[in-house]
């Protein structure tokens, strides 16, 4: 029961401390103030601050500096540099198992990119076990079987995957795939975002990693941009989220002594 609080506290402080939540609920209270208090000017104040919340994080240039930090923590994987990978971890992310479209469709453009990479290096290493993790949220399949699934149809056999379908959140995947995997040499996959606090989880577990980033969101053109593309956009908003959310994560990993890098 202890662990479950501590997970659905986390899960809520996640949540509302996001861009768009967090400045939603600035700005209701910011409606409280303005219609039934006194309080005016903290209510001009709170909306204010809110609504610049909203534009500042939805801009192109503050959310690739709150992700870019983090995707280039590690290079992207070259498999010339590394001979010796045993195993292959694919870490899930999200999806929608809806009957009405095709089964290649359901994987959310996060989950898809982490397994297309899983692919790329299954296929460079046919030796190698292929393992997917994601659990069932929300939907009658696991995200790691839906993405076994589309590893299947680009040609890898199920025989080789490994599925981890019944851990709640990054770190308890980690022991669990950590203790499965133990000793061998891994290419650990992840988006970029999220691979920082993820190979800090494992390694803390003792597994022998190496980072293998995809999904990034963080690209700069070289080329001039035009100014309307500085306008705030959904798009951009959905990176600082992404970005807060695993700074948020790497915070909660220290403070429950679960990483020590």
């Known amino acids: 029961m202890f662990e479950l609080n501590f997970f659905v506290i986390k899960k809520w402080l996640g949540h509302l401390l996001m861009p768009l939540p967090f400045s939603l609920s600035l700005l209701v209270l910011a409606l409280v103030l303005l219609w039934f208090t006194r309080f005016q000017k903290s209510g001009r104040l709170l909306a204010t601050l809110s609504l610049g919340i909203i534009a500042l994080m939805g801009t192109r240039p503050v959310s690739y500096e709150l992700a870019r930090s983090l995707e280039q923590t590690y290079p992207p994987f070259e498999v010339s540099q590394h001979p ?14 809806d009957p009405a479209i095709p089964e290649r469709a359901w994987q959310n453009n996060i989950s898809l990119a982490r397994t297309l990479e899983g692919v790329r290096l299954a296929l460079a290493y046919p030796e190698a076990e292929l393992v997917f993790s994601g659990a069932v949220a929300g939907d009658p ?3 790691a079987e839906v993405n076994a699934r589309m ?3 680009l040609g890898i056999p199920r025989a080789r995957m490994t599925l981890f379908e019944n851990n709640k959140d990054t770190h308890d995947e980690a022991v669990s795939i ?7 040499r891994v290419a650990l ?3 970029a975002t999220h691979l920082p606090r993820a190979m800090a989880l494992y390694r ?3 597994l022998d990693a190496v980072p293998a980033p995809t999904d990034y969101t963080a690209k700069q053109s070289q080329e001039p941009q035009p100014l309307y593309s500085y306008l705030p956009k959904g798009r951009y908003l959905m990176y600082s989220e992404a970005a807060i959310h695993e700074w948020i994560g790497v915070w909660w990993a220290r403070l429950r002594g679960q990483v020590t890098e």
Do not use: R, Y
């Open 151 to 153: 590893a299947a149809s």
């Open 84 to 97: 010796d990978i045993q195993a292959i971890v694919v870490l899930g992310n999200g999806h929608v198992s």
């Open 141 to 143: 399949l696991s995200n």
């Open 178 to 184: 950590a203790a499965h995997l133990n000793g061998k």
């Open 204 to 206: 803390s577990q003792g």
């Open 189 to 191: 996959v992840s988006s």
